[in-house]
């Protein structure tokens, strides 16, 4: 993997190099210890006259997100003269061992090394944007430019504003964060309009749950995110531009502070870019967690000042934009995507895709599957690929049911559309949405009208309160949503459901209303008969929703360890100790899933609700 | 001009401009589609969705608010499915909205409630969950906030920010959750709010609604009485909502009306409620035995018309003084001077222009050959520039101010002269705070830079002026470092200035009281005409120089002639033949020497000449400088005779005390600031047995034996003052029934003037004036080291008569205060609030310290308003040379703790 990027950053091959994952999930994991760990058991030993006998250097790098986060703490240890190798799951306490084993003593630890799943998530990958991420050294330039990085920078300078604007057009290259529009034709928009003063605004305002594609793109690999900036500012004639990036991002925002220094510095950023007379200017906003600002217009006037809700369009931002100048606004990955055409030009980077859709896109794989993480697949890569290749499959065997992709504005495609390639256009046809790169797996154990509702929470709590069919219409969904989750479901909710998420659909203001009902009406369209089974039967097939099971203690199977009965939290179990089996009183029991996480020999078991039996029964 | 573009709506082929919104054409053409957040004062919002409309071809549904027509566009505005949507969407907001429409104040105006009729709504379709918002127990008098009614249209957010730019109230918390709120839901009182009731105005629903209203009627129960607002000279429309006791109960202005677009200040909207004060006087008194007793109104006509006749006759006309009205109409004004020139041969007839506008009605005449405000305000908002010289409009004159702020969300530039830093000044892209009374200096050295610079219109100066070369002469001796010294600003700044006003396109001056104020306030307007000719930035759309007059009526008390120097429409007494042709019209040998100003009158009581003052609502205790002084003068009186609504401060030492009808209870005219001659109308019936100030005055000329001021209605004085007068003389009631007429208006077929000077002056040539620095009468020294300053504030109106009896002005600012710097205020110890003492040459006062960056160190300022601390007994009696208007805007003082 990226190993042509790796060759080009090794400048002396006497190098030790050491490659630690310090994103936020990597830190998350323990990351610092493993990196401080790292450095201690270098420098102690490198009092050892072994290694300064050799005149061996090391350098400790820290790197960006690599992908796997489901390995994490990920450490490639790459020692001259051997092959380079991969740790997984590295804890402080190992690093002595490899350091003592690997560095000194030449021989890899083998009980620490990534596994065969480690292989398969990267190989029907394909990665170019996040091609040095993992890799490089996000904190040093040097490392961006030793990858080639603002050569293109130095190409659009050097083609001009127009054949920039053509080459981005004939890539093909549609908008990442989620409506897939032409990225070329907005800049060519903006680029006409009238007005001395414009703007490109870069939105890093990643709001999708389980999303962090932005996140790591920016910690990663900053410098590619700011050559494409640049180089969208250079071509529609802008010299200001603006990153709203949401505040929870402390590290993205960290190192973009650092990236944009750093390129200043270099003569990348300011007054005379290159000596081509283009300057650029680029200014941090960050954002404070409200969902909607994603969407350009509300974005705009929170950077403006002022509340972040959304206006009506037209006028379009490249028209009328931030402060009333024409503005084009990007997602984090279409930049990114920037520089590889240019650099490498339309042709080749059109070479991947499918015909309408071309080059890569990058998922925040999550859920139930065993590789979890960020991932690049080509345009055209169907989903049982992403599945069952990359993410390894579902978790404990258990079945697939559903991936919802595209978050809150997404859907949820079932097994029938395992085959679906992913593309903006076959996804829309099949009821879901590319978005932003928010990809969730889900097995049998999850209930679809929970999902559901779970997404009509989300909005409800995002959604601004400014148009009344996103501030009500969603919000008497969600009741309705949970009234069917709760049991309480009665026949006609099914028909006002529908009903409501046709006219929030058509009738809303903005991207985030106009969208809201997708996961409401894919899971219509394609698991109705678990909507069905709550309303009829009181029943959750998943066994998923607390009203509609029960917990029941198969007596053969209980050893009245007395486990369940210390871990219940609303002291729901009586016997269960003392050679009694337990009982669950159901009337007391809130279905936490303590007991049943607890018990050793699997003796609870979740069955159907009273009422589900009752109502079979009629 | 846009291009005409053709679609179809509703099947008809139309046309209509392209970039139109199709809510424009569906309104041209009388279609009908609901709206709730849509307001024409406000941008497109896009919030309600109700006004959903098909387009042929498009994705969805499309707002009529904010789409724009495309040629070929085919709509479609009614339809079972866009009413099923609607329905949908009303349902959706009365699934969250309480359905007690018997009780709510907004019954039978209520727009939703009007479409939830309309489209047949279930109430119950949804269910659900409701918001659990109470009533905001907020402490102002005025505007009720209960948001379980509001629909979240945005509209009152949209126009406190819009229009009034306070932005006290915003959206907060997200989905479901989201209401409308203070900053934490504090008192309005504690916020940025001008308790203008903008947003009451707009709202659709019940959920802002005027407390003083409350429980007194729905819309469909008031009589609305169209008329024009008693305060400042912007002349607002609105409508007295009379109920069926004929009461007012409120005051509303109808969206489009001119010229203020339905706009209000919290004075027009709400400061109504003098009208019907228990403190009205409601009976004629006359002093005997040194105590007011209520007589009959034909004793009191009598008593007046036989002392005025006697004393007239004992010491000659010339011992009886004349005091009109400029909060009172054109009609008795009129009367008023004829009163004085015809029935008692004198031409001692002034009105309260003078303390404050006869420098600009001098000056501008001198200049220009019009004293009058050249523009109009609907021109305000398309300046490209906007210089504010002395003025602080969005207090003095709201609606213009608001007018100002729209040119600046248009994109005008704003340069703001002004000591203060005014809500304008911080809002400038240049503020200039100039030392008082540095303005000559400063305008000089901007022509200065002007000339140097060679940026001024030759073409215009050859063509349009005269005396330029004599101006060159004198500003070149005024390099902006020599005016930087006297005005306390950078050199550099004045440079700014000059560029930016002279380089704009459309450049408009704005003055008001702080350029007229002064002993060289004629000056000071011949100086911004001197910049306005200089330019060429006059005689054009949203040009021109433009005095904010200050009182309701005051062009029109300066328009009716009632001064010492000429006749109505500006005949001058000079003028034989304007001495003949009112001879012939009023049937008597009118006096022809030129008569006293307000100020003459104050000096000839001290001095003994002035026998008898008749004053028509004007509170010269209260208003003139130095007012001990003035105090004494009156002392000297045989007669003084009060014609007022209220008890006022010089009422107390009145003979007689006539009590006048409000605006709100008789028919007439008053002129505003940009000519328009307006309609007010009898609303109620007079409070008591107050009558109309016209009639008053009649009845005296009657008693006294004339016999040509036997009107029987306020129309037929009107007639007269048209037929007497060129500029008036297209005027009627009839041809200003809905909207008023800007004269001049030469005949029953002209259509008035919007802006003066086009092609050529008044007086033929635009007149330079060659103007040098003359320092203030007083400036500070080592005993009173301050500048002391007066002024208006937003909340109340001249001497407080009326405001201080309004609940909502009163509990606003009840009292007082004196604004001093931070760095002054450190010094003497004195924190916010703290009371300060006052003290000048003349008087001393004790008011509440207002310490902030309003004004700078060594400048104090003080508004006039409060009777029981009246700014004018600390004022400076220096007077203008040529107009004899008071330095009201420059004495020194010093400060101390009580």
Redesign the interface.
Known sequence: MSNEIKEKLITDDSLIQISICLGTGGVAAGARDVFNSFAKELESNQVEAVIKERKCRHKVHQTGCRGLCALDVLVDVLVPGMAETSYARVTAAMVPEIVQEHIINKKPVEKYLVDEAHHRFFDKQKRRVLQRCGVIDPEDINDYLATDGYQALAKALRIGPEKVIDEVKTAGLRGRGGAGFPTGLKWAFCRAAEGDTKYLICNADEGDPGAFMDRSQLESDPHSVLEGIIIGSYAIGAEKAFIYVRSEYPLAIERLKIAIRQAKEKGYLGDNILNSGFNCRIEIEKGSG?F?CGEETALMSSIEGN?G?P??R?PYPAEKGLWGKPTNINNVETLANVPLIILGGAAQYAQIGTEKSKGTKVFALTGKVNNTGLIEVPMGITIKEIVYDIGGGINNDKKFKAIQIGGPSGGCLGESHLDTPIDYDSLVAAGAIMGSGGCVVMDEDTCMVDIARYFMDF???????????C??????ML?ILTRICDGEGVAEDLQ?LE?LAK?V?????CGLG?TAPNPVESTFRYFKDEYLAHIKEKRCPAKACKNLIKYRVTPDDCKSCALCVKVCPSEAILGGKKGVKAEIQNDKCIRCGACLSKCPTKAIKVVDNDSAAAVEVK | MMKEISITIDGRQVTAAAGSTILAVAKRENIHIPHLCHESRLE???????C?VEVKGAR??Q?D??T?IKEGMEIVTDSENLR??RK??LE??L??HPHDCMTCDANTSCKLQTYAYEYGIDLNR?G??THPFEKVDDINKLIERDPAKC??C?RCVRICDEVVGARAI??V???????ISAPYNVSLLDTTCELCGQCVSTCPTGALTEKMAKGKGWEADFKKVRTTCPYCGVGCVFDLNVDRNGKIVKVTSEVGSVPNNGNLCVKGRFSYDFVQHPDRLKKPMIKKNGKHVEVEWDEAIAFVADKLTAIKEKYGPDSLGFVSSCRSTNEANYVMQKLARAVFGTNNIDQCARTCHAPTVAGLAMAFGSGAMTNSISEISNVDLAFVIGSNPTEAHPVIGMEMKKAMRNGAQVIVCDPRKTWMAKHADLHLPVQPGSDVPLMNAMMNVIITEDLHDKEFVENRTEDFAELKDMVLRWTPERAAEICKVPADDIRKAARMYARADKAAIFYTLGLTEHICGTDNVRSTANLALLTGHIGRESTGVNPLRGQNNVQGGCDMGAGPTGYHGYQKLSDPAAVEKFSKAYGVALPTNIGYTITDMVEKAAEGELKALYIMGEDHLMSEPNIKQVEKAFENLELLIVQDIFFCETAPMADVVLPAASFAEKDGTFTNSERRVQRIRKAIEPIGESRPDWEIVCDIAKQTGYDKMNYQSASEVWDEIAELSPIFKGISYERIEKVGLQWPCFDKDHCGTKFLHEGSFTRGKGKFHALDYRPPAEEPDADYPFYLTTGRILYHYNVGTMTLRSVGSAQKVPECFCEISTADAEKLGLKNGDEVKVTTRRGELIVKASVGDRVKEGRLWMPFHFPKTPANLLTNDAFDNITRTAEYKVCSARISKP
């Open positions: 409200a909607v509340r809700m206006k009506p037209p909005i409800q709590e995002e959604s601004c309160g400014k148009c009344v069919p501030r009500i219409g969603t919000k008497r009741e006002n009903e006219k659909k058509n009738t809303a203001l106009q | 497109p919002f896009g919030a309600c969705r109700i959903i969805g549904l707002p608010c904010h724009a099923e949507h949908f969407l959706l907001l699934s969250d949804y659900g969950e629909i979240l945005g915003d959206f918390n997200r989905g479901f959750k989201a209401n």
